[in-house]
């Protein structure tokens, strides 16, 4: 190699931070996936040629709206609505909606952007969008997020179709979200499509499809320890989040045989160290999915716990370790500190939640490592299987679902393996997903010519 593509990609990203200044997590996503490229685009250079790295970091389209609605107590309030479009060239958008305080254009940016690779992965049609508003649903009751999802929907269904782009749940979006959003959506378009995924079981949505997050995540994860002749059974798991994902994985890795010792939410950790069972999970999915209450509260329940206000689980000795609650919620020195305490694997429930010290100690150490666009992927794919039954007007059963789900995370692992595999039997799982993803991606477009 005589680096021209390294200095191509190098000048890229410094074109790419100056003309969308201020949007850091978008940044990082993109550096992340150019990284992964290099060797490629010198192998095909007519990449260069054709922009592909311009085109594919500009989104299709970006849809920024006004969101008013009115609290309980006859107060207006107003939030901001996105719909990023990020890349249609491999099937309709897809992707979630996230109602965070904490959203703004770079979050859109950089899920969507990670959302149209992990597409890729998924082996189905989708291609990658986001979307979500910086509203706080924690501590409003269900009417005012009804009323919420009410008016974020007025809007937004102008921008969505069942060909078009269907979007998900995310971040403080499940099923009562999903719920208000369709029904508006339906009342508005007069039609009743599968144009939201994640809807309840009655009204069109697919069994597993809440669960497939975080048993996607744990089928992945068992692929990656096969490689090294291990398996979940035994092995102690330290899990980050309490919501959808984090619930989900939880349950799959008990279910596998695995110690799980702790859940969190943006307060604090609890650490069991008899581990999670059954009856102590349909607790949390009570408190956390009914009672909206907090993870404290858990320690309260079980005395065999602690809880540790302001603190993140990374600190417990484990095996395995499962961040499934937000981006950049492991820095370098968490991962420093599973390191030293002996964890083998960490698998990512979550988008971006490992900052790039932290992939960088992981990588160094040669420990199985895998992105989630690559260990995540169970979700969206289930959605698009929720998008094929709707299509069809079908119900598959559970173990249907639960077979095409293994089969694809395991067609995920195939492909990171093909890509990411280096000389001595290490899979780089960011390298294999990045670049299995990126080369479906482009290929796509190019076909498509300059549109
Ligand atoms: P939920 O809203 O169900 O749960 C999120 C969990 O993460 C909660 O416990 C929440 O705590 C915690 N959390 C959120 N923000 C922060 C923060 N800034 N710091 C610490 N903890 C935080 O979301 P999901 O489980 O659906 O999503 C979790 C992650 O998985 C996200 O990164 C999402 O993008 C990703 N993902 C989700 C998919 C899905 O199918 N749902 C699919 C693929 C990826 P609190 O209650 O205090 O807010």
Redesign the pocket.
């Known amino acids: 190699m005589n680096g021209f593509a390294q200095r191509y990609v190098d000048s890229f990203m410094s074109g790419l931070i100056a003309r969308n200044p201020g949007e850091a997590e978008f940044h990082q996503a993109v550096g992340e996936v150019t990284s992964s490229v290099v060797s490629y685009l010198e192998a095909y250079p007519n990449l260069i040629e054709e922009k592909i790295l311009e085109r594919i970091t500009e989104p299709e389209r970006v849809v920024m709206f006004r969101v008013p609605w009115m609290d309980d107590r006859g107060q207006v309030q107003i939030n901001r609505g996105f719909r990023v479009q990020m890349n249609s060239a491999i099937g309709p958008y897809k992707g ?1 909606i ?1 109602f ?1 305080p ?1 959203v703004n254009l770079s979050i859109m940016k950089f ?1 969507a952007f990670e959302q149209t690779f992990k597409n890729a992965l998924t082996t189905l049609p989708m291609g990658g969008a986001k979307g979500g508003s910086d509203f706080n649903p ?1 501590g409003k009751s269900d009417a005012e997020v009804m009323r919420f999802c009410q008016s974020f929907m007025t809007e937004l269904q102008r921008h969505i179709g069942q060909d078009t782009d269907v979007p ?5 979006v ?1 099923g009562r979200e999903i719920g208000y959003l369709f029904g508006q959506y339906k009342r508005l378009r007069d039609e009743f499509t599968g144009t939201l995924t994640g809807k309840g079981l009655a009204w069109g949505g697919s069994l597993l499809r809440p669960e ?2 975080g048993y996607g995540a744990c089928y992945f994860a068992e692929e990656m320890l096969a490689t090294r002749g291990e398996g979940f059974k035994g092995k102690t798991v330290v899990i ?7 619930q989900h994985a939880a349950e799959k890795a008990m279910r596998l045989g695995a110690k799980v010792v702790t859940l ?4 604090g950790f609890i650490h069991d160290p008899d581990g999670l069972d059954e009856e102590k999970l349909q607790w949390v999915k009570q408190l ?1 999915n009914m009672r909206r209450g907090r ?1 404290r509260e858990y320690a309260d329940k079980f005395p065999t716990a602690s809880y540790y206000p302001g603190q993140r689980p990374w600190g417990i000795k484990c095996n395995i370790a499962m961040p ?4 950049n ?1 492991l820095d370098g020195d968490a991962a420093a500190t599973l390191l030293a305490n002996g964890c083998i694997c960490v698998v990512e ?3 971006m ?1 490992s900052t790039p010290e932290a992939i960088a100690r992981f990588k160094e150490a040669r420990i199985l490592y895998s992105p ?1 666009k690559a260990s ?1 992927a169970g ?2 794919a289930t959605s698009g299987l929720e998008m094929t039954q709707n299509s069809v007007r079908q119900k598959w059963t559970a173990d249907e679902v639960d077979a095409q789900l293994h089969r694809i995370m395991s067609d995920i692992h195939a492909a990171c393996a093909k890509y990411g595999s280096e000389g001595d039997g290490y899979i780089d799982y960011v390298k294999g997903a990045n670049l299995a993803g990126f080369i479906k991606v482009a290929g796509a477009m190019i076909d498509q010519g300059l549109v």
């Open positions: 979630g996230r965070h904490s899920l924690r998900a749940g995310d971040i403080g499940g497939a997050t980050s989040g309490s919501g959808n994902v984090a969190s939410d943006s307060d956390k993870i499934c609650a937000t981006q919620e429930g979550a988008n939640p989630g995540n979700g969206v």
